[in-house]
Nanobody, 121 residues
Framework: VQLQASGGGLVQAGGSLRLSCAAS????????MGWFRQAPGKEREFVAR????????YYADSVKGRFTISRDNAKNTAYLQMNSLRPEDTAVYYC???????????????WGPGTQVTVSS
């Protein structure tokens, strides 16, 4: 499966962005989807994941209550709605796909190129 994230940009603190991850290739509904981010000088960190049919979601504590992951299997797309953005959310955001339905952060099989999110104070 090929993944392409989009929707990043520059936003003021307190603002919102919605990231999209478009998938092509094998059946999108065969994969759990995850979002990760990497800030300059820091390691990549897990942000959120969603199960194959969207019945289960899981979030990092740092984004819980502010970010929402979703998917539309008919459109082969996963989303990350980001509200109440903070400067510390600034990072390159990546989407990833896993054969496992409830993958740990290290169990993703496919990755797309990232999209930059910059939150100004």
């Amino acid at each position: 499966v090929q993944l392409q994230a989009s929707g990043g940009g520059l936003v003021q603190a307190g603002g919102s962005l919605r990231l999209s991850c478009a998938a092509s290739g094998r059946s999108f509904s065969s994969y759990a989807m995850g979002w990760f981010r990497q800030a300059p000088g820091k390691e990549r960190e897990f942000v959120a994941r969603i199960s194959r049919v969207g019945s289960s979601t899981y979030y990092a504590d740092s984004v819980k209550g502010r970010f929402t992951i979703s998917r539309d299997n008919a459109k082969n797309t996963a989303y990350l709605q980001m509200n109440s953005l903070r400067p510390e959310d600034t990072a390159v955001y990546y989407c990833a796909a896993s054969y496992r339905n409830y993958p740990s952060a290290h169990e993703y099989d496919y990755w797309g190129p990232g999209t930059q999110v910059t939150v100004s104070s």
